[in-house]
C-alpha cells in the first residue's frame, strides 16, 4: 500500500522542480526586463522606414551635336573631370578658325588706325602750314591794296593796277579761307581717327578685345564639345548612343556619388520631441544584414512631412477627415570612412536608430 502511495508523490517532485525553475526562469527575465527598460528604455528612437539618397548630378551637354565617341557603360565608376561622351567638333573647329581671322583682321585694322593717324598728323601739319602761308600772302595783298589805293587819289595809280591789287586781295581771302576748311577737315578726320585709338594699347582697343572675346568663346564652345564627369562616382541612366543628336540641356546620362551618400529616416511624429541634430545614429542596411553597422549623424529635419509635399496634399479641413500619424524625414549624415569600405546605392533600405539620451 505505502509504495503505490509514494509512486506518485515520486512522479510530482520533478514536475515541481520543473515547474519551480520555470517559475525562476519567468521572474528572472522580467526583472532583467524591467532593469534594461529602467536604464536604456527610452534612449533610442527607431525605424525601418528609411532609404539611401545623394546628390546625383545630371550630365547635360552644353553644345549640341552628333555623339562621336561614347567611352563609358551603365554602372561603371568615374572621376570628376573624366572625358564620358565626345560629340563631332567640325563645326567648332572651324568657328575657332574664324574667330582667329577675325581677330587677325581686328588687329590689323587697328594697326591701319595708327598708321593713319602719323599720316592725318603729318597732313594736318600741311594744312597749318598752307593757312600761315595763306595769312601772309593776305596781309601782303592788304598792304598792297592799300597802298594803291592811297595812291589813286592823286592820280599816280591807274585804275588797272587798283583792280589787280583788289583781285589779289579777294583770291588771298578765298585762299585763307580754304585753307582754314582744310585745317578744320584735317583737325575733325584727325581727331575722328583719335577716337579710335586713343586711351588704349592694341591689345585693349575694343575691337581687338571683342575680336579676342569672339575667339574665347569659340574655343569654350570646342572644349565643350567633350562631356566629363561633374562629380566621382557611378554612371547610372544612360541614354546616349554614337550617332545620336545631343541637345542642350538634354540629360545623356546621370552620375551617383556613392562615397556621399546619406539617408533619409522617415520618423513618427511622436518620435521627434527628443531627437536633436547632431545625435548620433546607428544604421544597418538591407543590403549587407546586421553584421555591418554604419554610423552617422543627424544633419537636419525636413521642413515638412511627405503628405505636404505630395502632389495631392491631404485635405484636413473637409469634414470626413481621419487623423493619420504623420511622418517627417530626417537626414542623417553617413561615416565616408565607412561608405569607402561598404558602398551604398541609392534607394536600398535603411534601419535607423537614432541615440536621443543626448539633448544638448
Same mark, same amino acid.
Request: glycine share 8%; hydrophobic share 45%.
Given at each position: 500500500?505505502?509504495? +503505490?502511495?509514494?509512486?506518485?508523490?515520486?512522479?510530482?517532485?520533478?514536475?515541481?522542480?520543473?515547474?519551480?525553475?520555470?517559475?525562476?526562469?519567468?521572474v528572472?527575465?522580467?526583472?532583467?526586463?524591467?532593469?534594461?527598460?529602467?536604464?536604456?528604455?527610452?534612449?533610442?528612437?527607431?525605424?525601418?522606414?528609411?532609404?539611401?539618397?545623394?546628390?546625383?548630378?545630371?550630365?547635360?551637354?552644353l553644345?549640341?551635336?552628333?555623339?562621336?565617341?561614347?567611352?563609358?557603360r551603365? +554602372?561603371?565608376?568615374?572621376?570628376?573631370?573624366?572625358?564620358?561622351?565626345?560629340?563631332?567638333?567640325?563645326?567648332?573647329?572651324?568657328?575657332?578658325?574664324?574667330?582667329?581671322?577675325a581677330?587677325?583682321?581686328?588687329?590689323?585694322?587697328?594697326?591701319?588706325?595708327e598708321?593713319n593717324? +602719323?599720316?592725318?598728323g603729318?597732313?594736318?601739319?600741311?594744312?597749318?602750314?598752307?593757312?600761315?602761308?595763306?595769312?601772309a600772302?593776305?596781309?601782303?595783298?592788304? +598792304?598792297?591794296?592799300?597802298?594803291?589805293?592811297?595812291l589813286?587819289?592823286?592820280?599816280?595809280?591807274s585804275?588797272?593796277?587798283?583792280?589787280t591789287?583788289?583781285?589779289?586781295?579777294?583770291?588771298?581771302?578765298?585762299?585763307?579761307?580754304?585753307?582754314?576748311a582744310?585745317?578744320?577737315a584735317?583737325?575733325?578726320?584727325?581727331?575722328a581717327?583719335?577716337?579710335?585709338?586713343?586711351?588704349?594699347?592694341?591689345?585693349?582697343?575694343?575691337?581687338?578685345?571683342?575680336?579676342?572675346?569672339?575667339?574665347?568663346?569659340?574655343?569654350?564652345?570646342?572644349?565643350?564639345?567633350?562631356?566629363?564627369?561633374?562629380?566621382?562616382?557611378?554612371?547610372?541612366?544612360?541614354?546616349?548612343?554614337?550617332?545620336?543628336?545631343?541637345?542642350?540641356?538634354?540629360p545623356?546620362?546621370?552620375?551617383?556619388p556613392?562615397?556621399?551618400?546619406y539617408?533619409?529616416?522617415?520618423?513618427?511624429?511622436?518620435?521627434?520631441?527628443?531627437?536633436?541634430?547632431?545625435?548620433p545614429?546607428?544604421?544597418?542596411?538591407?543590403?549587407?544584414g546586421?553584421?555591418?553597422?554604419?554610423?552617422?549623424l543627424?544633419?537636419?529635419?525636413s521642413?515638412?512631412?511627405?503628405?505636404?509635399?505630395s502632389?495631392?496634399?491631404?485635405?484636413?479641413?473637409?469634414?470626413?477627415?481621419?487623423?493619420?500619424?504623420?511622418?517627417?524625414?530626417?537626414?542623417?549624415?553617413?561615416?565616408?570612412?565607412?561608405?569607402?569600405?561598404h558602398?551604398?546605392?541609392?534607394?536600398?533600405?535603411?534601419?535607423?536608430?537614432?541615440?536621443?539620451?543626448?539633448?544638448?
Amino acid at each position: 500500500m505505502s509504495d +503505490t502511495a509514494s509512486a506518485p508523490a515520486a512522479r510530482a517532485n520533478p514536475r515541481r522542480r520543473l515547474l519551480t525553475i520555470l517559475a525562476i526562469v519567468v521572474v528572472a527575465g522580467v526583472v532583467l526586463y524591467g532593469v534594461y527598460a529602467l536604464l536604456f528604455a527610452g534612449r533610442t528612437v527607431e525605424t525601418d522606414n528609411a532609404y539611401v539618397g545623394a546628390d546625383t548630378a545630371q550630365v547635360t551637354p552644353l553644345v549640341a551635336g552628333p555623339v562621336a565617341k561614347v567611352f563609358v557603360r551603365e +554602372t561603371e565608376m568615374v572621376k570628376a573631370g573624366q572625358p564620358l561622351v565626345v560629340l563631332d567638333d567640325s563645326d567648332a573647329r572651324i568657328a575657332v578658325e574664324q574667330a582667329q581671322a577675325a581677330l587677325g583682321q581686328a588687329e590689323r585694322k587697328v594697326r591701319g588706325y595708327e598708321a593713319n593717324d +602719323t599720316a592725318l598728323g603729318g597732313q594736318l601739319a600741311a594744312r597749318q602750314a598752307d593757312l600761315s602761308r595763306g595769312r601772309a600772302d593776305l596781309d601782303r595783298a592788304r +598792304t598792297d591794296l592799300d597802298r594803291r589805293q592811297n595812291l589813286a587819289a592823286s592820280g599816280a595809280v591807274s585804275g588797272e593796277e587798283l583792280t589787280t591789287a583788289k583781285n589779289a586781295y579777294a583770291s588771298a581771302q578765298a585762299e585763307v579761307a580754304q585753307a582754314q576748311a582744310n585745317l578744320r577737315a584735317a583737325q575733325g578726320s584727325r581727331e575722328a581717327n583719335e577716337v579710335l585709338i586713343s586711351g588704349a594699347s592694341l591689345e585693349q582697343n575694343p575691337e581687338v578685345a571683342a575680336a579676342r572675346a569672339r575667339l574665347e568663346a569659340a574655343n569654350l564652345a570646342l572644349s565643350r564639345t567633350v562631356v566629363r564627369a561633374p562629380i566621382d562616382g557611378v554612371v547610372s541612366k544612360k541614354t546616349v548612343q554614337v550617332g545620336q543628336q545631343a541637345s542642350v540641356g538634354v540629360p545623356l546620362m546621370a552620375i551617383v556619388p556613392t562615397s556621399d551618400a546619406y539617408v533619409d529616416a522617415n520618423f513618427k511624429e511622436v518620435q521627434l520631441q527628443k531627437v536633436r541634430i547632431g545625435q548620433p545614429v546607428l544604421l544597418t542596411s538591407d543590403l549587407y544584414g546586421r553584421a555591418v553597422k554604419f554610423h552617422g549623424l543627424v544633419k537636419g529635419l525636413s521642413g515638412g512631412t511627405g503628405s505636404a509635399f505630395s502632389l495631392i496634399p491631404a485635405q484636413n479641413a473637409s469634414g470626413n477627415w481621419i487623423k493619420v500619424v504623420q511622418r517627417l524625414p530626417v537626414r542623417i549624415q553617413l561615416d565616408p570612412r565607412e561608405l569607402a569600405q561598404h558602398p551604398l546605392r541609392i534607394g536600398l533600405s535603411m534601419k535607423a536608430a537614432i541615440d536621443i539620451s543626448g539633448q544638448r
